[in-house]
């Protein structure tokens, strides 16, 4: 049974940091494609970065800069480091495993292609 548990969300202000974690168990981080969505209130859920099985990433123009998504395969974990929050950061992160990226590291993951989701972590971020 696979499995994808998000910890680290919580409540910041605008321009602090936090990190996010998703524990898999049931998969090898190392054969998927794993990736965060964000969904804001009232949004749809969008694909926010990504690292592919070759350790290659892409990161939704936003959140260049500020985001870093790293994986470590060793411990079957992924985790996103999120610095100089903005208010339109706030929303439900998701972890996500797909079976393979898009072939163009310019398009975005659908959601279609996602094989596994987690149950998400929530971001609240204060003016």
């Known amino acids: 049974q696979v499995r994808l548990v998000e910890s680290g969300g919580g409540s910041v202000q605008a321009g602090g940091s936090l990190r996010l974690s998703c524990a898999a168990s049931?998969?090898?981080?190392?054969?998927?494609?794993m990736s965060w969505f964000r969904q804001a209130a009232g949004k749809e859920r969008e694909e926010v970065a990504r690292?592919?099985?070759?350790?290659?990433?892409r990161y939704e123009d936003s959140v260049k800069d500020r985001f870093t998504i790293s994986k470590d395969n060793s411990e079957n974990t992924l985790s996103l480091e999120m610095n100089s929050l903005k208010l339109e950061d706030a929303g439900l992160y998701y972890c996500?495993?797909?079976?393979?990226?898009?072939?163009?590291?310019?398009?975005?993951?659908?959601?279609?292609?996602?094989?596994?989701w987690g149950q998400g972590t929530q971001v609240t971020v204060s003016s």
């Open positions: 690292v592919g099985t070759l350790g290659q990433t």
């Open positions: 049931g998969l090898r981080t190392s054969a998927y494609c």
């Open positions: 996500a495993a797909a079976r393979w990226c898009p072939s163009s590291n310019t398009a975005s993951l659908s959601g279609r292609l996602v094989a596994y």
